[in-house]
């Protein structure tokens, strides 16, 4: 089930890519006048609080990306140096990717999504390994007093 929750969200980050400019800005409008209805204006419809919507979006999707992608390929790799290994490039990969899309879809690229991009997805990656730290640590703690 993580694989295709995995395979789900990448699906949805590169469908994204591949909509026209016009229409991208349509969802991003919307979807900015929703959250602000909840938590105020920026300086225009595509802003909430002065941020983004389109780069809040970036940061969210990559870092629910990070935390599938750390949860699938902690299952399976089990070498930890491989394990970062994998799970780095494929941040890397599918923001690159992201990217690429987009130029093909003439929307251009910018670097500065892909530095989003690889910051949510590791943001989701480090939230994974500090709840894990901390589930393990309880846990040898727990041992360690019976």
Known sequence: WLFAIFLIIVCFIWGNSVLSSQLSSEISMSVGKFIASI?????????VGGLSV??????I???????????????????????VLVLSLCGVFVALMDETI???SNRGSSVR????????YATGCFAVALICFVIAKTKNKKENND
């Open 54 to 59: 389109r780069k809040m979006a970036h940061f």
């Open 61 to 83: 999707e990559f870092a629910a990306l990070g935390v599938v992608a750390s949860l699938l390929f902690k299952r399976f790799l089990k070498n930890k140096g491989i394990y």
């Open 102 to 104: 987009q130029i093909f």
């Open 39 to 47: 938590f105020g204006t920026g300086d225009s419809t595509t802003t």
């Open 113 to 120: 999504d892909v530095w989003i991009d690889v910051l949510g």
